[in-house]
């Protein structure tokens, strides 16, 4: 990504299980590292429409060359 862009909640929760993914990391490993429970992680990806913003923006952090700004979310590179 080259440019900053803003990033709506259905696309973070899509960055977030795309980044875990590539990381090799399963959602029960990245719930043990984050301190949630498995099912919060179904909820971080599979449900935008639940508030779990600043989670998904940690997965994308640890599982991701790049960092998350805000208040509207963009990436870029670290």
């Not at 971080?44 to 940690?58: A, D, G, M, W, Y």
């Not at 952090?61 to 790049?66: F, I, L, Q, R, V």
Request: net charge positive.
């Amino acid at each position: 990504m080259a440019k900053k862009q803003l990033l709506a909640e259905r696309r973070l929760a899509a960055l977030a299980k795309k980044f875990r993914e590539q990381s090799g990391r399963t959602k029960a490993q990245m719930a043990r590292e984050l301190g949630v429970t498995r099912p919060t992680m179904q909820d971080v990806e599979e449900r935008p429409e639940k508030n779990l913003t600043k989670l998904r923006c940690r997965i994308i952090e640890a599982c991701s060359p790049y960092r998350v700004g805000g208040p509207g979310y963009w990436l870029e590179r670290k």
